[in-house]
C-alpha cells in the first residue's frame, strides 16, 4: 500500500477516466475527494466503491470553472483532512466547434475549466501540501499538439494546461512536489461515446498500432505512477498514452497509400 | 420574486434576451435560439440559486420552458418540505 495515509483530491471522479484514477489509487491506499459537476449519483457509486477498498471517501459537488466553488471545496478539504499529498486535475469539459465559430461564450467556458481550474486548484493545494511535499497530475490529451476536428478551444486549453504543468513543476519543485501530466488519445468512456459515432470509434481501434482503444485503467496506470516515489526525478513532463498514435500517424492510411502512384 | 420569474430572469441573462420573450409554452432550443452551452450555464445557474440538482436525464426530458419551471418548482418545494 504505498499510498497508505495519503490524501488525494481528483477533479470530476465520478465517472470515466477520473473514476479510474480515483479507484487506482485508493487501491494503493489514499483516501479519495471525489470531485464532481453534474452526476451526483455516479459520484456516489465511486465513492461506495472506494470505500470497499478500505479506505475513506468524501464526495464533494463543485463546479471547477466556478473559483468560489472551488475555493469552498478546498476549505472543506482542509476542514476535513487538514492536508493534501495528492491532486489530480482531471475535470474537463468544452464546446465542439471549428475555429471560426468558437464564441467568448465557448472560449472562457472551455478555458476556465479546463486550463484556469489547474491553475487555481494548484495554488491552493500548493498550500496544503506545505512542509510535507506532493504531487499534481494533470490530465490532457493529444489535441494539444495534434489539430482534431472541432478541438479548437479543448486543444488550446490543453496546451495551456501542459504549460502550467511545467511552470508549476519548476516553481513548485523546492517544496518537494512533482508535477507531470498525462496526455491520452480518445479513450473509450461513455463521454466519447456521447460525442463521436461508432465508425469513428472502429477508425481509431484501427488507427492505434497496440490494436485497442485506450481505456481508462491505462491513464490510471500512468498517473498512479507518476504519484509514485520512482517517478521522483520526473517533472514537468507530459507523458503520452496512446497505444503509440501519435508516432505512427499514417498507419491508417497504409492499404490507400499502397495503391497510390 | 417567483420561482417563474427568477429563472426568466437568469436564462435571459444568458442567453442576453428579453425575459419577455420567455413563455411556458416556448422552446429554449427553437424559441429563443440557446444552444447547449447556454442551456448547460442556464441548468448550473439555477442548481446554485436554488440549491437543487437538476441531473442531465431530467433536463433532456423538458419539451419546453413551462416543464424546466415545474421541475424546478417541483424540487424547490420538496427540499423546503425536509
Known amino acids: 500500500m504505498p499510498l497508505k495515509g495519503k490524501v488525494t483530491l481528483v477533479t470530476g471522479s465520478g465517472r470515466g477516466i477520473g473514476r479510474a484514477i480515483a479507484l487506482k489509487l485508493a487501491s494503493q491506499g489514499s483516501d479519495i475527494i471525489v470531485n464532481f459537476f453534474r452526476r451526483r449519483e455516479a459520484a456516489e457509486k465511486t465513492a461506495k466503491d472506494i470505500e470497499a477498498l478500505g479506505v475513506k471517501a468524501l464526495v464533494i459537488r463543485a463546479n471547477v470553472g466556478d473559483p468560489a466553488k472551488l475555493d469552498e471545496m478546498f476549505d472543506t478539504i482542509a476542514t476535513k483532512f487538514g492536508h493534501l499529498d495528492i491532486l489530480i486535475n482531471n475535470a474537463a469539459s468544452g464546446v465542439g466547434r471549428s475555429v471560426l465559430d468558437v464564441d467568448i461564450k465557448a472560449w472562457d467556458w472551455t478555458m476556465n475549466i479546463n486550463a484556469r481550474a489547474f491553475l487555481l486548484c494548484a495554488q491552493r493545494a500548493a498550500k496544503l501540501m506545505e512542509g510535507r511535499g506532493g504531487k499534481m497530475v494533470s490530465i490532457t490529451s493529444l489535441g494539444s499538439s495534434f489539430v482534431l476536428p472541432t478541438y479548437a478551444v479543448v486543444g488550446v486549453s490543453k496546451a495551456a494546461l501542459e504549460a502550467l504543468t511545467r511552470y508549476l513543476a519548476i516553481e513548485l519543485a523546492p517544496k518537494g512536489i512533482c508535477v507531470n501530466a498525462v496526455a491520452a488519445s480518445a479513450v473509450e468512456t461513455e463521454a466519447l461515446k456521447f460525442y463521436i459515432r461508432e465508425g469513428l470509434m472502429k477508425d481509431i481501434r484501427q488507427a492505434t498500432p497496440a490494436g485497442r482503444m485506450v481505456i481508462p485503467e491505462d491513464v490510471a496506470n500512468v498517473v498512479a505512477f507518476l504519484c509514485s516515489e520512482e517517478a521522483f526525478m520526473i517533472r514537468g513532463q507530459t507523458i503520452i498514452v496512446d497505444g503509440g498514435t501519435s508516432v505512427a500517424p499514417f498507419m491508417a492510411f497504409e492499404e490507400q497509400s499502397a495503391v497510390s502512384r | ?82
Do not use: C, W
Open chain 2, 1 to 82: 420574486m417567483s420561482v417563474e420569474e427568477e429563472i426568466k430572469e437568469i436564462v435571459a441573462g444568458i442567453v442576453h434576451v428579453d425575459k419577455g420573450i420567455l413563455t411556458r409554452e416556448g422552446s429554449l432550443r427553437k424559441d429563443i435560439k440557446a444552444d447547449s452551452l447556454d442551456i448547460v450555464q442556464a441548468l448550473v445557474a439555477v442548481e446554485d440559486k436554488f440549491d437543487i440538482e437538476i441531473p442531465d436525464e431530467e433536463a433532456q426530458k423538458f419539451q419546453n420552458f413551462g416543464d424546466f419551471v415545474d421541475y424546478v418548482e417541483r424540487r424547490v418545494a420538496e427540499k423546503e418540505k425536509v
